[in-house]
């Protein structure tokens, strides 16, 4: 065997050495490099992901989680009029939001922004784009046009997010009754807040009982009544005397729910619900019910209105004078306050309040949506109160209130409850009896009588045989009335015999005009605007035409003398 040298061994050793420590500073230069990178990673998956997408911190990140959550699991439902027409819809919309940390040139994003929307202020969006967060909110539902302008600025560290943005198809023309959402979609007002949780779970769209087309037409005339008499407001309502279905309602002024964040508080004010009124000779209505309730067969029982009545410092006047003694029939027929007052007196205060309180006209309306407001009744009742109240003054309530009570009078004398959600499935239950059928035919005559020979004649349509009331009060200001501000109102039904529609139009604060020869009385204003509404109804609904004969007229011709009789009572009067 060979042996080697102690120089060779030196050297050998030498070579092996070096080469062993060459690859221990490789393996760790490389463990290096690699726990670098791992921790570059998984820095740059922090930011980019986990803090990039969902926001600065564990309270953002559980906000937005939470928002995405909601978003993805229910979609609010439609909210349609009783034929399906769409009046409250969610469509899916890209909103606009931004992470100040990785916007590097926040002056030109700001500028860039505000040059897209218009309703931004160049400092509040700058001042956003520097907070200290990852998730700052721009723009909420923006148009497809508005998200293509964003995308084709390529602005590092803005981004989008679905959303639902409610809209509201039919705008201002059931905005009331329908209310609005906030931004997130949770309402704010009308159905879509009351019925807040079902729109959000419920398993179809919401039907109300709003036919479209009526109510189209009814405002559309009670616009016209306002632009006409320059009034500075109007409201209307539509019922089925037969379940209380309230098929139009109006108030005006109204706004466009699609830009509600825009609309001035006197355009949110619900005249309908929220508004009470004094409702002047409508309320006759209810005094005469409550005396012919009380007296069967009282309707030729006669009162003095040769003279106004004084109750302290208080007289009561007539607003048109006959100026001789009168029926009941005669009382209803020509309006008269005095014999009003009277028939009021006779029935008494608590049989009164009694009735007034079985109408549902004593306390808040029971109705679908919140905006209501309790009438205002006297504090303390007495005497005189009655006597006012029985010609509709020093009492107030709301539109939808009296209208709901006259129906439950001219349907027959069932309490119907207003609705405005449409039930096909279920028939309505019964309501209690407020009046007997016989006050309830006298009624529903009397009404036709002030159509055909007083006070409504404005309001008559050919073959339909409208009956009414009309209405006139002096606004209540600072403790006195203001004759020269009126509410104008005319309560009308049809048909008299067999009532279906109850009909309703108020204009607040009405102007006379020449062709009304000075008056702006609800016979002037309102009751034309009735006569116009139902000959538009009668077309859409198709309603045909009713035989001439009109025996409700006929059966009172007792209790009401032709007009020669009266002038001659009048001068026997005077000759006394």
């Known amino acids: 065997m060979k042996t080697l040298s102690r120089t060779t061994l030196h050297m050998t050793g030498s070579k092996r050495t070096a080469l062993d420590m060459a690859r221990g500073r490789i393996v760790l230069i490389s463990a290096i490099f690699v726990i670098s990178f791992i921790i570059v990673a998984g820095r740059a998956l922090d930011v980019a992901v986990i ?36 009046l409250a819809r969610s469509l899916k ?90 931004v997130d979609g949770g309402g704010l007002s009308g159905i879509e807040a009351s019925f807040n949780k079902y729109l959000g779970q419920g398993t179809s769209p919401l039907a109300l009982t709003l036919d479209m087309r009526l ?16 009034a500075i407001g109007g409201a209307g309502l539509i019922m089925d005397v037969r379940n209380g279905e309230i098929l139009a309602a109006v ?22 619900t929220l508004g009470v009124y004094e409702p002047g000779s409508t309320f006759k209505l209810f005094t005469t019910a409550a005396y012919l309730e009380k007296n069967k067969n009282g309707l030729g029982d006669k ?58 006209l004593m306390t808040a309306p029971d109705i679908e949506i919140a905006e209501i407001s309790a009438p205002l009744i006297p504090q303390n009742w007495g005497d005189i109160n009655t006597a006012t109240a029985a010609f509709g003054h020093g009492i107030a309530v709301s539109p939808v209130q009296l209208v709901s009570a006259a129906a439950s009078v001219m349907n027959g004398g069932i309490k119907v409850k207003p609705t ?49 009331k009309t209405g006139t009060a002096e606004k ?6 203001d004759k020269n501000r009126l509410v104008s109102s005319f309560l009308g039904v049809f048909p008299s015999e067999s009532p279906q529609y109850a009909l309703y139009i108020m204009i607040d604060e009405p102007k006379p005009t020449k062709d009304t ?24 609904l198709g309603m045909e035409p009713q035989e001439p004969k009109d025996d409700l007229k006929g059966s009172l011709a007792r209790y009401v003398p032709p007009k020669e009789k009266i002038n001659m009572q009048k001068v026997s009067h005077e000759t006394e």
């Open 51 to 86: 803090q990039g997408t969902w926001g600065q911190g564990q309270e953002t990140r559980t906000s937005l989680l939470e928002h995405k959550n909601e978003k993805t699991a229910t979609v609010r439902h439609d909210i349609v009029d009783r034929h399906g027409v769409i």
């Open 93 to 182: 919309t890209a909103s606009l939001y931004a992470d100040p940390k990785i916007i590097t040139h926040p002056e030109t994003v700001a500028k860039d922004l505000t040059a897209i929307f218009k309703d931004m202020s160049y400092g509040d969006t700058l001042k956003k784009l520097q907070e200290d967060k990852r998730f700052v909110w721009i723009k909420r539902n923006l148009t497809p046009d508005e998200q293509y302008k964003i995308l084709y600025l390529g602005h590092p560290g803005l981004s989008f997010q679905e959303e639902e943005r409610r809209v509201y198809p039919q705008g201002e023309l059931a905005a009331h009754v329908v209310g609005i959402t906030n």
């Open 215 to 230: 109510q189209h037409v009814l405002k559309r005339e009670i616009s016209y009544a306002m632009t006409k008499h320059r």
């Open 251 to 272: 108030s005006l002024p109204d706004f466009d729910p699609n830009l509600s964040g825009d609309v001035k508080d006197v355009k949110r004010f619900n005249r309908l």
């Open 303 to 360: 009162f003095d209105a040769t003279q106004p009545l004084v109750f302290g410092r208080f007289k009561i006047n007539d607003y048109h004078a006959e100026d001789r003694l009168m029926n009941v029939a005669e009382i209803f027929m020509h309006s008269s306050n005095i014999g009003s007052a009277l028939m009021g007196h006779k029935v008494g205060t608590k049989d009164f309040k009694d009735l007034l309180s079985d109408l549902g």
């Open 420 to 468: 405005f959600i449409l039930n096909r499935d279920i028939e309505n239950k019964r309501g209690i009896r407020v009046v007997s059928p016989e006050t309830a035919h006298h009624i529903r005559q009397l009404m036709r009588l002030v159509v055909t020979d007083g006070t409504g004649s404005k309001a008559d349509v050919v073959g339909y045989h409208v009956g009414g």
């Open 476 to 481: 209540n200001t600072r403790g006195g009335y």
């Open 517 to 540: 020869y000075g008056y702006a009385t609800g016979g002037w204003v309102a009751a034309p605007a009735v006569r116009k509404t139902i000959e538009s109804m009668v077309a859409i």
